[in-house]
C-alpha cells in the first residue's frame, strides 16, 4: 500500500500478519535552488499484528508544498514542519500511528529538513536518530533535533508558534520552530519530526542567517521505547524489528526503488504486508480493498506470487538488459531532465506506455534510462546526459554564463541493441543557460518543447544540430565571448541547439526537447530506413506525454514533467515473479 502526500491524515484498517513500515521525510523549503533546502529522512521497521488494528498515515509536505501566506507568514509542510516570515517553511516528517491519531502513538517517524536561511545557507538535513543545525555564514542558525529533546539554545515548547517572536523559534515534541525576521534577516524554519528542528531568530545584520535545523527519526522499538515522553500510547506489543533510521545526508532506497541520498520534496509511506493471515489491503481507486494474495520473501525482497510482476529500472549510466519469456508487459519509461544550474532548470522529461505481446520463450530487451547532466561551470563544452543528451557551451568573460547540456532520452529495444530497434521513447529535456530558465524546452511527447522553430524534434525529424537518437550540441567556435547555451534533449529524435555562436541574441535561449516516440501501427512509417523491429512489436494502448503535461510519476503520484533522471518500469500482466540478482532481472 502507497500512500502519497495529501495534506492530510490517511487511515487503513489492517488484518492480523505482519508489515514492513517505510516512511520518507518531506524536504525543507527554498527560495529558488532546490539544493538549500535540508533533505527528508529515511525510517523502516517490520510490525506484527495480533488483532485488527487501524492505523493513521501522516505524509510530510515539502516547504515548497505551501503556495499561500497569511500576513507574510508561510505555514510549514504539512505535519511538522515550522512557520516562517516571508519564505517557505520546514518539511514536515512521515510517521504512522497505531490506534489513535495523537502524536504519542507514533511507532515510526521519518524526520522533515529545514528550510534555508538566508538564499545560500541551506537548512539541516532530518533525522535519523538526530536532525542536524541548518548552514550559516556570520548569523544564527537552528539546531536539530533529537531522540529525546528538540536539541537548541532555546528551551522546549509544548504548542507550535506561528507569530514572528523569538520564542517562537523554538521547536518541540512533533514539529519545527518559527524562521523569524528581523532587522533586514529572514531565518530557517525548523523542520518536522519525532523532536522538531529549532527556526533561527536574526542576529541583526542583515540577510545573513542560517538555515532551520532538521527534524528527528524514530522507530519504537524495545532499545528505543524509553525516549518517549510521558503520555506514550503504545505497549510493547508494537515494537518494530529489524528497524533502522538514517538521515537525510545518507544513501537510502528512494519511493521508486531506485537510491537516494536525502528524500526530495513530499514525503512519502509505504507499508508492505509479506505474512498474513487473511487477505491483503491494497489501495485501489483511492480506497482500500481487500485482496487474496500469497507472498514470499527472496534475497530480502518481497514478491506477491498472485500479482503482476513489476521489474524497476533506475539511471545507471549504462545500458541494462534483461530476456523476458512469452506474456503480455506494459512498459514505462520517463525522460531525463535537461541540466539545470542554480534557479535556471532544465526542460523536464516526458512520458511513454504502451503494452506489448511477446509469443517467442525468451525475447531480449535493452534499457536505457536517460541521465539528467550534472551541473557544470568549467568553460567550454559541458556533457549531456546519458542516452543522447547534447553538449552545452559555457563561458566566462565580462561574466559567467553558464549553458548546460541537455537531458537523456529513456526508451527500450527489442532484439537488438540498437536506436534503430527502439519500440518506446521518453524524450529528453534541453539543459539551461543563466541567461534562460528553460521550462519551454521539455521533453516529449510527439514534439519536444522549445522557444524558437526548428528546435523542438518531431516524430520525423530533429531539432537544429540534432539528429536520430542525439540531441544537438551548441556550437563552441566564434566570436561571441559572453554568452553560454544549453544542448538539446534526446529523445526519438533529438532536440535542437544553436548553430549561430555569434548571436548574441538569441544563442543562449534557443535549443529543445527531444521528442518521444511509441511503436505502433500508425506510427512504424516515422521510423527511418534501417528498422530492425516489425509489426509482431507493435505496442496496443499506448501514448506518449510531453513534459508540459501532467502524468503519473515512477512513485504513482502526479508530476508535470518529469524531472532528475529518467526512469522505466516493465510490468508484467500476470503471476510470473521476478528477481534481481547480481544487477539481473531473472524469472524464478
Known amino acids: 500500500m502507497n500512500f502519497a502526500y495529501t495534506g492530510k491524515a490517511q487511515s487503513v484498517t489492517l488484518e492480523p500478519g505482519k508489515y514492513v513500515l517505510e516512511c520518507w521525510g518531506a524536504q525543507g523549503g527554498y527560495r529558488s535552488n532546490s539544493s538549500y533546502g535540508g533533505k527528508g529522512g529515511y525510517s523502516t521497521g517490520t510490525l506484527t499484528l495480533t488483532q485488527k488494528t487501524t492505523i493513521y498515515i501522516y505524509v510530510g509536505g515539502s516547504g515548497n508544498s505551501v503556495t499561500s501566506a497569511s500576513n507574510s507568514i508561510y505555514p510549514g509542510g504539512f505535519n511538522g514542519g515550522g512557520y ?18 495523537s502524536l504519542y502513538a507514533r511507532v515510526i517517524v521519518a524526520g522533515g529538513g529545514g528550510s534555508d536561511g538566508s ?3 541551506s537548512g539541516g538535513y532530518a533525522g535519523g536518530v538526530s536532525g542536524t543545525r541548518g548552514n ?3 548569523g544564527s542558525y537552528g539546531y536539530g533535533g533529537s531522540q529525546t529533546a528538540s536539541y537548541s539554545s532555546l528551551s522546549a515548547i509544548n504548542s507550535q508558534g506561528t507569530t514572528n517572536s523569538s520564542s517562537n523559534c523554538a521547536a518541540g515534541f512533533g514539529f519545527g520552530g518559527f524562521g523569524c525576521y528581523y532587522a533586514s534577516g529572514y531565518g530557517g524554519a525548523g523542520g518536522g519530526g519525532w523532536y522538531g528542528g529549532q527556526g533561527t531568530y536574526p542576529d541583526g545584520s542583515g540577510d545573513d542567517d542560517g538555515g532551520g535545523g532538521g527534524g528527528s527519526g524514530y522507530v519504537y522499538t524495545s532499545s528505543s521505547a524509553s525516549n518517549y515522553p510521558q503520555g506514550c500510547l503504545l505497549n510493547s506489543s508494537y515494537y518494530l524489528s529489524d528497524a533502522s533510521n538514517l538521515s537525510g545526508n545518507e544513501s537510502f532506497k528512494s519511493p521508486s526503488g531506485a537510491t537516494e541520498t536525502g528524500h526530495s520534496d513530499n514525503g512519502y509511506c509505504r507499508i508492505t504486508c509479506y505474512v498474513k493471515k487473511k487477505t491483503l489491503h491494497c489501495k485501489m481507486n483511492n480506497e482500500i480493498k481487500k485482496a487474496a494474495p500469497v507472498f514470499m520473501k527472496m534475497n530480502n525482497k518481497i514478491y506477491d506470487a498472485g500479482a503482476n510482476a513489476v521489474m524497476d529500472f533506475a539511471y545507471t549510466g549504462t545500458a541494462q538488459a534483461i530476456s523476458l519469456p512469452r506474456g503480455k508487459y506494459i512498459i514505462e519509461c520517463w525522460g531525463a531532465q535537461g541540466g539545470s544550474y542554480s534557479s535556471y532548470y532544465g526542460g523536464a522529461g516526458g512520458y511513454s506506455v504502451g503494452t506489448i505481446t511477446l509469443t517467442k520463450n525468451s525475447t531480449d530487451l535493452y534499457i536505457y534510462v536517460g541521465g539528467q547532466p550534472e551541473a557544470t561551470t568549467s568553460t567550454g563544452e559541458t556533457p549531456g546526459g546519458f542516452n543522447g543528451g547534447g553538449k ?13 547540456g541537455g537531458g537523456g532520452a529513456t526508451d527500450v529495444r527489442i532484439g537488438k541493441n540498437d536506436l534503430y530497434a527502439r519500440v518506446i521513447v521518453a524524450g529528453g529535456g534541453g539543459g539551461s543557460s543563466s541567461e534562460n ?4 524546452k521539455y521533453g516529449g511527447g510527439t514534439t519536444g518543447g522549445s522557444s524558437a522553430s526548428g528546435y523542438g524534434a518531431t516524430q520525423t525529424a530533429a531539432g537544429t544540430n540534432g539528429s536520430f537518437g542525439q540531441g544537438g550540441s551548441a556550437t563552441t567556435s566564434g566570436t561571441n565571448y559572453n554568452y553560454g547555451s544549453g544542448g538539446g534533449g534526446g529523445g526519438w529524435y533529438g532536440g535542437g541547439a544553436c548553430s549561430d555562436y555569434s548571436d548574441s541574441t538569441n544563442y543562449q535561449g534557443y535549443n529543445g526537447g527531444g521528442s518521444g516516440y511509441v511503436y505502433t501501427s500508425a506510427t512504424a512509417a516515422n521510423y527511418p530506413s534501417g528498422n530492425y523491429v516489425n509489426s509482431s512489436y507493435y505496442l496496443t494502448n499506448a501514448q506518449t506525454i510531453a513534459g508540459n503535461q501532467s502524468f503519473k510519476s515512477p512513485d504513482g503520484t502526479n508530476e508535470t514533467g518529469h524531472t532528475g533522471n529518467g526512469f522505466c518500469r516493465i510490468t508484467r500482466k500476470s503471476g510470473k515473479i521476478f528477481v534481481k540478482q547480481n544487477g539481473s532481472w531473472i524469472k524464478v
Open 119 to 121: 538564499p545560500n545557507y
Open 437 to 440: 530558465s528553460l521550462t519551454t
Open 84 to 101: 516562517r516570515y516571508n519564505y517557505k517553511g520546514g518539511g514536515g516528517a512521515t510517521d504512522i500511528r497505531i490506534g489513535s491519531a
Open 392 to 404: 552545452g557551451c559555457s563561458r566566462t568573460y565580462n561574466y559567467s554564463s553558464y549553458g548546460q
Open 136 to 138: 550559516f555564514g556570520c
